[in-house]
């Protein structure tokens, strides 16, 4: 995780939800909702975060996340 958050002294990853499903492709698809807390400089950030994983052959060939960068960026500042 160093490389998309250098210097976290702490990280956590809370699920809310979790739903999956397949479509027609060879791919499953893994939908999260879920609260990123990260401690970085002696503050405490917790990030809203909806996750997307396509799944092939049972490894993570895709992952996606949204987030509000400004909910970060004020809760960093």
Known sequence: MDL???GSEEIE???LVMASGSGDS???TVFT???DRFV???KKIEL???GVF???DGKIAAWRDYFDMA???NQSA
């Open 4 to 6: 998309f958050l250098p």
């Open 13 to 15: 990853f809370k699920v």
């Open 26 to 28: 060879a791919s499953d």
């Open 33 to 35: 909702e879920r609260v």
């Open 40 to 42: 970085m400089g002696g």
């Open 48 to 50: 809203p975060v909806a």
């Open 54 to 56: 396509e799944v092939r």
């Open 71 to 73: 909910a970060f960026t």
